[in-house]
């Protein structure tokens, strides 16, 4: 059974930094996509940052220069470092990762079940 956990969440003050880290585990033959998501009360659940296991990226506007995305293939763990953080950044970010296991033919697609980060003003 293929599972996705994210870690690292928690309080910071405004212009400082987080690393949220997100592994897979389980019968894993290969990860496509590896994502962040997050989603803030009210709001839908949006994309922040993805990463091909090539290692191509891609970030909503609103974080390109503050957070980076980056895995690490051996561990089946992608993280997004934080930095600059801003209140508006508040949400539950959640991980999502294009998974085959060793029985499928296929790519699935697993969500984590979420890490809170809080900026405080």
């Known amino acids: 059974q293929v599972r996705v956990v994210e870690s690292g969440g928690g309080l910071v003050q405004a212009g400082g930094s987080l690393r949220l880290s997100c592994a897979a585990s389980?019968?894993?033959?290969?990860?496509?996509?590896m994502r962040w998501y997050r989603q803030a009360p009210g709001n839908e659940r949006d994309l922040v940052a993805g990463?091909?296991?090539?290692?191509?990226?891609n970030y909503v506007d609103s974080v390109k220069g503050r957070f980076t995305i980056a895995r690490d293939n051996a561990k089946n763990t992608v993280y997004l470092q934080m930095n600059s953080l801003k209140p508006e950044d508040t949400a539950v970010y959640y991980c999502?990762?294009?998974?085959?296991?060793?029985?499928?033919?296929?790519?699935?697609?697993?969500w984590g079940q979420g890490t809170q980060v809080t900026v405080s003003s």
């Open positions: 389980g019968s894993i033959r290969s990860i496509n996509l």
């Open positions: 990463i091909t296991d090539g290692g191509s990226t």
């Open positions: 999502y990762a294009t998974i085959m296991g060793y029985r499928d033919s296929s790519f699935y697609g697993y």
